[in-house]
């Protein structure tokens, strides 16, 4: 069946410091891959996608993840988070890009000033 | 890009009753989506709604209590119908557009009592 994991429900981090959200998926085939972020009462925001290629994505606000297959993960990462990244970050999982997407529970992100 | 505009933004609603939600989007599209969000939990795909034929609806999502419209390949209207509690969520909307990448709405904030 197919499923995204996000193991962690809640995490704080200082201003400035470093980030890593886990994403670890289940899929028949290659997958499309994406990481969103939703701000409080805000819609949804791409911040990055996976399809083929370079297994490492940049995307916007500064954010990357890495594509590894053998873990099945696609994990999520900042070298120094910003107060205005306080948000849930969803990873997703799909056929194509907007085709029955699968999300995750989604990770808060809180931080500490 | 898209853009997305729902309406309402948010409603309350007394049980029993039915609330329709719209969906218009700035330019030409083949597929709609719809998805619910629950109270602190993650997005869920109630349905795809393409022009000129029926929408199709994911388990546990059935068309009496979600009746979808897309009358053309801007706009799509989704209905909770006979409402309860339960039915409390916010309702977003998804389209596909440019180079596989889904946009979203701002969603419905919609509160049964």
């Known amino acids: 069946a197919q499923s995204v994991t996000q193991p962690d429900i809640h995490i704080t981090v200082s201003e400035g410091a470093s980030l890593e959200l886990r994403c670890n998926y289940s899929y028949g085939a290659t997958p499309y891959l994406f990481w969103y972020v939703q701000s409080p009462g805000q819609g949804l925001q791409l911040l990055l996608k996976y399809f083929s290629g370079d297994t490492l994505v940049q995307g916007i606000k500064g954010f990357e993840a890495e594509f590894k297959r053998s873990q099945s993960s696609f994990n999520l990462r900042k070298p120094s988070v910003h107060w205005s990244d306080a948000a849930e970050y969803f990873c997703?999982?799909?056929?194509?890009?907007?085709?029955?997407?699968?999300f995750g529970s989604g990770t808060r992100l809180s931080i500490r000033p | 890009s898209a853009v997305i505009s729902q309406k309402p933004s948010r409603d309350i609603c007394q049980r029993g009753t039915s609330l329709t939600i719209q969906c218009q989007v700035d330019?030409?599209?083949?597929?709609m989506f719809w998805y619910r969000q629950q109270p602190g939990q993650s997005l869920t795909l109630i349905a795809t709604?393409?022009?000129?034929?029926?929408?199709?609806?994911e388990s546990g999502f059935v068309i009496d209590k979600f009746p979808i419209s897309r009358p053309n390949l801007t706009f799509s209207t989704l209905t909770v119908s006979n409402m309860s509690p339960e039915d409390s969520s916010i309702y977003l909307c998804s389209v596909e557009a440019g180079v596989d990448e889904a946009f979203f709405g701002q969603g419905t904030r919609l509160t049964v009592v």
């Open positions: 997703a999982v799909g056929a194509s890009s907007a085709s029955k997407i699968i």
């Open positions: 330019s030409q599209v083949t597929m």
């Open positions: 709604a393409n022009q000129g034929s029926e929408a199709t609806y």
